[in-house]
Antibody, heavy 113, light 112 residues
């Protein structure tokens, strides 16, 4: 069955970067898009962008240009999202989701000094 | 960006009752391939979102047929017949026609 296993919670300092992972199993990783979604505490959902692991093509929500960078490693069937220049506004749970159908469990990123 | 307006923001229901949730988009969601990429998701408390319906009315596998989706162009509805306890949580509509993809603000379904 399709599973997306995300990395653990992160506590990071303002101004730093963080890279979170999403390991896929149960399907052909290179054949389907991988989306990333942000959910701030008590808030709704915001689409960050997607990557097509087969060729590395990406599409971003312009709001996250310069903030999020999506990559994928075909050899390990793992998608990554790096968030840079972190501020308190980046504190949130981040989900990966393939085809917007199968979702990971989410990673909580807390930005605090 | 396409704005997705969901109503009502919350619903209080009794088990066995039927409910409807509305989602209206600021632009037509008919894509150039003639498909309409309107999804419905449920986020149960403490859980990741789960997609229930895609392309307006197609149920994902394992989703009970108590759920149904309808609508076209800019006006969409999710109906739940005979609500069960496992249906409680926050429902979101999501459009995947126009970039960036956008979500509705959510409808919280609670027990009366």
């Amino acid at each position: 069955q399709v599973q997306l296993q995300q990395s653990g919670a992160e506590l990071v300092k303002p101004g730093s970067s963080v890279k979170i992972s999403c390991k896929a199993s149960g399907y052909t990783f290179t054949s389907y898009d991988m989306h990333w979604i942000k959910q701030q505490p008590g808030n709704g959902l915001e689409w960050i962008g997607w990557i097509y692991p087969g060729n590395g093509n990406t599409k971003y929500n312009q709001k996250f240009n310069g903030k999020a960078t999506l990559t994928a490693d075909k050899s390990s069937s793992t998608a990554y999202m790096q968030l840079s220049s972190l501020t308190s506004e980046d504190s949130a749970v981040y989900f990966c989701a393939t085809r917007l159908h199968y979702w990971g469990q989410g990673v909580m990123v807390t930005v605090s000094s | 960006d396409v704005v997705m307006t969901q109503t009502p923001p919350s619903l209080s229901v009794a088990i066995g009752q039927s409910v409807s949730i509305s989602c209206k988009s600021s632009q037509s969601l008919v894509a150039s391939d003639k498909n309409t990429y309107l999804n419905w998701l449920l986020q149960s408390p403490g859980r990741s979102p789960k997609r229930l319906i895609y392309q307006v009315s197609k149920l994902d596998s394992g989703v009970p047929d108590r759920f149904s989706g309808s609508g076209s162009e800019k006006d969409f509805t999710l109906k739940i017949s005979r609500v069960e306890a496992e249906d409680l949580g926050v429902y979101y509509c999501l459009q995947g026609t126009h970039l960036p993809y956008t979500f509705g603000a959510g409808t919280k379904l609670e027990l009366k």
